[in-house]
Protein backbone atom coordinates (compact mmCIF):
# COMPACT_ATOMS: atom_id res chain seq x y z
CA UNK A 1 0.00 0.00 0.00
CA UNK A 2 1.57 3.76 -0.76
CA UNK A 3 1.59 6.28 1.59
CA UNK A 4 -0.20 9.12 0.97
CA UNK A 5 1.26 12.24 -0.22
CA UNK A 6 2.31 14.74 2.28
CA UNK A 7 2.13 18.61 0.97
CA UNK A 8 4.85 21.25 2.40
CA UNK A 9 1.81 23.48 3.66
CA UNK A 10 0.25 20.15 6.06
CA UNK A 11 3.75 20.78 7.77
CA UNK A 12 3.25 22.75 10.61
CA UNK A 13 6.94 24.85 10.83
CA UNK A 14 8.65 25.33 14.19
CA UNK A 15 9.64 28.58 15.72
CA UNK A 16 12.75 28.63 14.63
CA UNK A 17 12.81 26.16 11.28
CA UNK A 18 10.51 26.87 8.61
CA UNK A 19 9.56 24.35 5.73
CA UNK A 20 10.21 25.98 2.52
CA UNK A 21 9.34 24.46 -0.34
CA UNK A 22 11.45 23.33 -3.19
CA UNK A 23 9.50 25.79 -5.84
CA UNK A 24 11.74 28.61 -3.76
CA UNK A 25 14.57 26.48 -3.46
CA UNK A 26 15.26 25.16 -6.94
CA UNK A 27 15.12 28.37 -8.54
CA UNK A 28 17.33 30.04 -11.72
CA UNK A 29 17.82 34.03 -12.04
CA UNK A 30 18.65 34.87 -8.02
CA UNK A 31 21.94 35.72 -9.01
CA UNK A 32 21.56 39.31 -8.49
CA UNK A 33 19.81 38.49 -4.86
CA UNK A 34 22.04 39.89 -2.00
CA UNK A 35 23.20 37.15 0.81
CA UNK A 36 20.08 39.63 2.75
CA UNK A 37 18.16 39.24 0.17
CA UNK A 38 18.41 35.33 0.17
CA UNK A 39 17.68 34.88 3.90
CA UNK A 40 15.02 37.35 3.64
CA UNK A 41 12.85 35.45 1.46
CA UNK A 42 13.19 32.08 3.57
CA UNK A 43 12.03 34.53 6.69
CA UNK A 44 9.10 36.21 5.44
CA UNK A 45 7.81 32.54 3.80
CA UNK A 46 8.24 30.95 7.15
CA UNK A 47 6.95 34.05 8.27
CA UNK A 48 3.59 33.39 6.60
CA UNK A 49 3.80 29.71 6.81
CA UNK A 50 3.36 30.33 10.57
CA UNK A 51 0.41 32.77 9.93
CA UNK A 52 -1.45 30.44 7.35
CA UNK A 53 -0.77 30.52 3.84
CA UNK A 54 -4.20 31.59 2.17
CA UNK A 55 -5.40 33.29 -1.02
CA UNK A 56 -4.86 37.44 -1.20
CA UNK A 57 -3.87 37.23 2.92
CA UNK A 58 -1.52 39.92 3.93
CA UNK A 59 1.26 39.14 6.38
CA UNK A 60 3.38 41.40 8.86
CA UNK A 61 6.73 40.65 10.41
CA UNK A 62 8.85 43.62 12.42
CA UNK A 63 11.27 45.13 10.24
CA UNK A 64 13.66 44.17 13.08
CA UNK A 65 13.50 40.75 12.00
CA UNK A 66 14.99 41.10 8.68
CA UNK A 67 18.20 43.08 9.41
CA UNK A 68 21.56 41.62 8.93
CA UNK A 69 23.29 41.32 12.76
CA UNK A 70 24.98 44.51 13.68
CA UNK A 71 22.82 46.98 11.04
CA UNK A 72 21.22 49.61 12.91
CA UNK A 73 19.62 51.06 9.73
CA UNK A 74 16.85 49.61 7.40
CA UNK A 75 18.27 50.14 3.96
CA UNK A 76 19.37 47.01 3.20
CA UNK A 77 15.76 45.46 4.69
CA UNK A 78 14.74 47.52 1.86
CA UNK A 79 16.90 46.66 -0.95
CA UNK A 80 16.19 43.38 -0.12
CA UNK A 81 12.63 43.77 -0.37
CA UNK A 82 12.81 45.95 -3.82
CA UNK A 83 15.35 42.98 -5.34
CA UNK A 84 12.77 40.29 -4.13
CA UNK A 85 9.99 42.13 -6.18
CA UNK A 86 12.16 42.19 -9.11
CA UNK A 87 13.29 38.95 -9.23
CA UNK A 88 10.97 36.53 -11.35
CA UNK A 89 10.20 32.68 -10.46
CA UNK A 90 9.93 30.51 -13.52
CA UNK A 91 7.61 27.40 -12.81
CA UNK A 92 7.25 24.59 -15.82
CA UNK A 93 3.54 23.00 -15.77
CA UNK A 94 3.23 19.01 -16.58
CA UNK A 95 0.91 20.04 -19.19
CA UNK A 96 3.46 22.66 -21.07
CA UNK A 97 2.64 25.61 -19.39
CA UNK A 98 5.07 28.45 -18.05
CA UNK A 99 4.17 30.00 -15.10
CA UNK A 100 6.15 33.28 -14.06
CA UNK A 101 5.70 35.08 -10.65
CA UNK A 102 7.50 37.41 -8.54
CA UNK A 103 9.13 35.95 -5.31
CA UNK A 104 7.39 38.78 -3.34
CA UNK A 105 4.11 40.68 -4.06
CA UNK A 106 3.09 44.32 -3.13
CA UNK A 107 4.19 45.25 0.78
CA UNK A 108 3.92 48.33 3.19
CA UNK A 109 6.70 49.74 5.03
CA UNK A 110 6.23 51.67 8.30
CA UNK A 111 8.27 54.61 8.69
CA UNK A 112 11.75 52.83 9.56
CA UNK A 113 12.11 55.91 12.64
CA UNK A 114 8.62 54.42 14.66
CA UNK A 115 9.53 51.53 17.01
CA UNK A 116 8.39 48.60 16.26
CA UNK A 117 7.97 49.50 12.50
CA UNK A 118 5.61 46.67 10.58
CA UNK A 119 6.54 45.12 7.21
CA UNK A 120 3.03 43.95 5.40
CA UNK A 121 3.54 41.79 2.66
CA UNK A 122 1.68 39.85 0.33
CA UNK A 123 2.59 36.95 -2.31
CA UNK A 124 0.82 36.32 -6.02
CA UNK A 125 -2.08 34.58 -5.78
CA UNK A 126 -0.16 32.40 -8.93
CA UNK A 127 2.54 31.74 -6.48
CA UNK A 128 0.16 30.40 -3.73
CA UNK A 129 -1.33 28.48 -6.21
CA UNK A 130 1.94 26.24 -6.92
CA UNK A 131 3.36 26.05 -3.59
CA UNK A 132 -0.61 24.56 -2.61
CA UNK A 133 0.74 21.34 -4.70
CA UNK A 134 4.13 21.56 -2.82
CA UNK A 135 5.19 17.89 -2.21
CA UNK A 136 9.03 18.24 -1.61
CA UNK A 137 10.79 21.22 1.05
CA UNK A 138 13.39 21.66 2.99
CA UNK A 139 13.89 22.24 6.64
CA UNK A 140 16.00 25.35 7.01
CA UNK A 141 17.19 26.12 11.01
CA UNK A 142 16.83 30.01 10.91
CA UNK A 143 19.73 30.73 13.06
CA UNK A 144 21.92 28.29 10.95
CA UNK A 145 20.27 30.63 8.00
CA UNK A 146 21.38 33.71 9.65
CA UNK A 147 24.92 32.76 10.83
CA UNK A 148 25.97 32.63 7.13
CA UNK A 149 28.24 34.98 5.93
CA UNK A 150 28.25 34.10 2.23
CA UNK A 151 25.10 34.15 -0.18
CA UNK A 152 26.67 30.70 -1.78
CA UNK A 153 26.70 28.66 1.71
CA UNK A 154 22.50 29.81 1.42
CA UNK A 155 21.95 28.70 -1.98
CA UNK A 156 23.82 25.36 -1.42
CA UNK A 157 22.53 24.98 2.36
CA UNK A 158 19.06 24.71 1.54
CA UNK A 159 19.65 22.85 -1.79
CA UNK A 160 21.10 19.95 0.13
CA UNK A 161 17.64 20.57 2.76
CA UNK A 162 15.93 19.14 0.43
CA UNK A 163 17.80 15.54 0.71
CA UNK A 164 19.48 14.94 3.67
CA UNK A 165 16.45 13.51 4.91
CA UNK A 166 15.97 10.73 2.28
CA UNK A 167 17.08 7.45 3.39
CA UNK A 168 17.57 5.87 -0.27
CA UNK A 169 19.44 9.56 -1.47
CA UNK A 170 22.93 10.35 -0.18
CA UNK A 171 24.53 11.73 -3.45
CA UNK A 172 24.25 13.55 -6.34
CA UNK A 173 25.75 15.08 -10.02
CA UNK A 174 25.14 18.29 -11.80
CA UNK A 175 27.06 20.02 -14.90
CA UNK A 176 29.23 22.35 -13.60
CA UNK A 177 26.83 24.82 -15.75
CA UNK A 178 24.16 23.48 -13.56
CA UNK A 179 25.72 23.38 -10.46
CA UNK A 180 26.65 27.52 -11.09
CA UNK A 181 23.00 28.00 -11.70
CA UNK A 182 21.72 26.72 -8.74
CA UNK A 183 24.74 28.25 -6.54
CA UNK A 184 23.32 31.86 -8.25
CA UNK A 185 26.82 32.60 -9.30
CA UNK A 186 26.44 35.53 -11.98
CA UNK A 187 27.44 34.48 -15.79
CA UNK A 188 30.21 36.94 -15.55
CA UNK A 189 31.71 36.05 -12.37
CA UNK A 190 34.70 33.07 -11.96
CA UNK A 191 34.72 31.69 -15.31
CA UNK A 192 37.42 29.32 -14.32
CA UNK A 193 37.20 26.15 -12.11
CA UNK A 194 40.19 27.86 -10.04
CA UNK A 195 38.19 30.73 -9.32
CA UNK A 196 34.64 28.95 -8.70
CA UNK A 197 36.41 27.13 -6.27
CA UNK A 198 38.43 29.35 -4.43
CA UNK A 199 35.54 31.96 -4.35
CA UNK A 200 32.28 29.35 -4.18
CA UNK A 201 33.10 26.48 -3.32
CA UNK A 202 35.55 26.42 -0.60
CA UNK A 203 34.18 28.97 1.65
CA UNK A 204 30.29 27.38 1.08
CA UNK A 205 31.29 23.96 2.11
CA UNK A 206 33.69 25.30 5.00
CA UNK A 207 30.40 27.46 6.38
CA UNK A 208 27.66 24.06 5.97
CA UNK A 209 30.64 21.89 7.48
CA UNK A 210 31.03 23.86 10.30
CA UNK A 211 27.32 25.23 10.91
CA UNK A 212 24.57 22.86 9.46
CA UNK A 213 23.44 19.70 10.81
CA UNK A 214 24.85 18.01 8.37
CA UNK A 215 28.01 17.87 6.26
CA UNK A 216 29.17 18.06 2.17
CA UNK A 217 31.67 16.24 0.54
CA UNK A 218 32.52 17.87 -2.98
CA UNK A 219 34.14 15.63 -5.84
CA UNK A 220 35.00 17.76 -9.25
CA UNK A 221 34.97 15.23 -12.11
CA UNK A 222 37.16 16.13 -14.91
CA UNK A 223 37.19 15.28 -18.80
CA UNK A 224 40.16 15.63 -19.78
CA UNK A 225 41.91 18.31 -17.84
CA UNK A 226 38.81 20.30 -17.37
CA UNK A 227 36.31 19.76 -14.57
CA UNK A 228 33.10 19.46 -16.00
CA UNK A 229 30.72 18.18 -13.65
CA UNK A 230 30.11 18.32 -9.61
CA UNK A 231 29.70 15.12 -7.20
CA UNK A 232 27.99 16.00 -4.01
CA UNK A 233 27.87 13.92 -0.99
CA UNK A 234 25.91 14.59 2.11
CA UNK A 235 25.39 12.71 5.74
CA UNK A 236 24.11 13.37 9.13
CA UNK A 237 26.21 14.65 12.07
CA UNK A 238 27.57 13.30 15.33
CA UNK A 239 25.71 13.94 18.46
CA UNK A 240 28.95 15.41 19.24
CA UNK A 241 29.39 17.51 15.70
CA UNK A 242 26.03 18.81 16.46
CA UNK A 243 26.89 20.19 19.36
CA UNK A 244 29.91 21.83 17.62
CA UNK A 245 27.84 23.00 14.93
CA UNK A 246 25.33 24.74 17.52
CA UNK A 247 28.14 26.50 19.65
CA UNK A 248 29.82 27.77 16.40
CA UNK A 249 26.52 28.84 14.77
CA UNK A 250 25.78 31.05 18.76
CA UNK A 251 29.62 32.77 18.71
CA UNK A 252 30.57 35.60 17.17
CA UNK A 253 31.14 35.69 13.03
CA UNK A 254 34.73 37.62 13.15
CA UNK A 255 36.74 34.61 13.34
CA UNK A 256 34.45 32.28 11.94
CA UNK A 257 36.15 31.21 8.66
CA UNK A 258 39.71 30.49 10.44
CA UNK A 259 38.41 28.47 12.71
CA UNK A 260 35.86 26.49 10.89
CA UNK A 261 38.53 25.46 8.55
CA UNK A 262 40.76 24.83 11.09
CA UNK A 263 43.21 27.54 10.35
CA UNK A 264 42.88 30.16 13.26
CA UNK A 265 45.53 30.88 15.94
CA UNK A 266 45.59 30.61 19.32
CA UNK A 267 47.80 32.96 21.79
CA UNK A 268 49.46 30.92 24.11
CA UNK A 269 51.54 32.61 27.28
CA UNK A 270 54.81 33.00 26.72
CA UNK A 271 57.35 30.42 27.93
CA UNK A 272 59.56 31.97 31.28
CA UNK A 273 63.27 32.14 30.50
CA UNK A 274 65.60 29.43 32.57
CA UNK A 275 66.77 32.19 34.80
CA UNK A 276 63.23 32.94 35.94
CA UNK A 277 62.34 29.48 36.28
CA UNK A 278 65.25 28.89 38.68
CA UNK A 279 64.70 31.99 41.03
CA UNK A 280 60.80 30.82 41.29
CA UNK A 281 61.75 27.16 41.66
CA UNK A 282 61.23 26.23 45.55
CA UNK A 283 64.44 26.17 47.41
CA UNK A 284 65.87 23.10 48.91
CA UNK A 285 67.87 22.70 52.15
Not at 80 to 100: F, P, S
Not at 113 to 134: N, Q
Request: aromatic share 8%; charged share 25%; proline share 6%.
Amino acid sequence: MSKALVLTLTITPKDREAVKPAELIQVTGHHELTLNARRAITILWHNAHMQGVEDGKDYTIEIDVLKPDGHKGYEMVEEAIEALMRTILTVKHMDGKTRRVQFLGGNDLDDPDRPAGILTYSFDKRLIEVLRESQIWGRIAIPVLMAFTSRYSVSLYENLAQFVNLEYKTSAEYSLADFRLMMGVPPSRYKSFGEFNKHVLKPAVAEINGLAPFGVSVLPIKEGKKVVRIGLGWWKKSEAELREAYAEAQRPKVGRRARITGTAEYVTPPMPSQDRLRRLAPKTS
